[in-house]
Nanobody, 117 residues
Framework: QVHLVESGGGLVQPGGSLRLSCAAS????????MGWYRQAPGKQRELVAT???????NYAESVKGRFTISRDNAADTVYLQMNSLKPEDMAVYYC???????????WGQGTQVTVSS
């Protein structure tokens, strides 16, 4: 059974930082492209950052220079370091895995990020 478990969300003041983690089980982690997406109330889910199975990285324009995605294949975990957080970053953040071979997709349950003073 596949599980993607996000953690690290919480309440932070504008300008602050958070580090999200997504621990995967039940998949061959190194063979999956991983990504972070977010969904704010009343809005569609949007891409934040992705990292391919080979380490190729892509960011949404709105987070470039502030967020950093990374992966640790030995720990089956993908991270999202978020710096200089803004109120518009407030959303539920989801982890996504896509098999590089079958394109089978899995989602985590999400973790809430609240940016407020």
């Amino acid at each position: 059974q596949v599980h993607l478990v996000e953690s690290g969300g919480g309440l932070v003041q504008p300008g602050g930082s958070l580090r999200l983690s997504c621990a995967a089980s039940g998949i061959i982690f190194s063979a999956n492209h991983m990504g972070w997406y977010r969904q704010a109330p009343g809005k569609q889910r949007e891409l934040v950052a992705t990292i391919s199975s080979r380490g190729i990285i892509n960011y949404a324009e709105s987070v470039k220079g502030r967020f950093t995605i990374s992966r640790d294949n030995a720990a089956d975990t993908v991270y999202l370091q978020m710096n200089s957080l803004k109120p518009e970053d407030m959303a539920v953040y989801y982890c996504k895995a896509i098999s590089a071979y079958t394109s089978t997709t899995y989602w985590g349950q999400g973790t809430q990020v609240t940016v407020s003073s």
